[in-house]
């Protein structure tokens, strides 16, 4: 975010520690698209979650978020659903590294828990905190290298590789132009 822009407050959707990949993606719909499975995403723990999330809201969960499986549809259903960022303090490996793949922010954050259901908050890459508008609180989490919050904003591993392999060409057909000229 720069300096002239606003950030966009979403609602917290928060939930406890072990949020897995199963309650995320249950298993019982992978053989279907992500449209199907996001239907269903969190139904075990809040069977209103996947139909009243909205774009820009934020899920808050537990410690150990995203356990279990490695299977990327328990961060795609997220992104799908408009999740603009998950907030924990800690995450589980494959998942942390599934969010950044697929561009989804996630952010490390000790004093998650302090977060209520519904308030409007907001998580900061650049700066590495959690805004709470309803309180005023600022969260510090652990910081995101820049690397990684590139690949966030280019929407994940796949775009981000794209964009550099496209900036490759054009600098190198660039260049071959000017060889070319006299």
């Given amino acids: 975010m720069n300096a002239t822009q606003k950030p966009v ?7 406890g520690d072990d949020v897995n990949t199963d ?3 249950p298993g ?5 698209g992500i449209g199907e499975i996001a ?3 969190l139904e075990a723990l809040d069977p209103t979650f996947a139909q009243a999330v909205q774009p820009g809201d ?3 969960g537990g410690r150990n978020f ?3 499986s490695s299977r990327e549809q328990a961060v795609e259903v997220l992104r799908h659903l408009g999740v603009a960022a998950v907030v924990a303090p800690a995450f589980a490996g494959l998942f942390y590294r599934n969010g950044f793949n ?3 922010p996630l952010l490390i954050c000790p004093e998650a828990g302090v977060v209520q259901p519904g308030q409007r908050v907001h998580g900061d890459i650049d700066a590495a905190r959690v805004h709470v508008a309803d309180t005023g609180a600022v969260l510090a989490c652990e910081s995101i290298p ?3 919050v590139a690949m966030i904003r280019d929407g994940g591993l796949v775009p981000h590789l794209a964009r550099k392999l496209a900036a490759r060409q054009q600098q190198q057909n660039g260049q071959s132009l000017t060889e070319a000229t006299p």
């Fill in 9 to 15: 407050f979403g609602r917290a959707w928060v939930f």
């Fill in 28 to 32: 019982a719909y992978m053989k279907y």
């Fill in 146 to 148: 820049p690397h990684l």
């Fill in 66 to 68: 995203g356990a279990g």
């Fill in 23 to 25: 309650l995320l993606a």
């Fill in 58 to 60: 934020v899920v808050i």
């Fill in 102 to 104: 697929l561009g989804l």
């Fill in 39 to 41: 239907k269903h995403c």
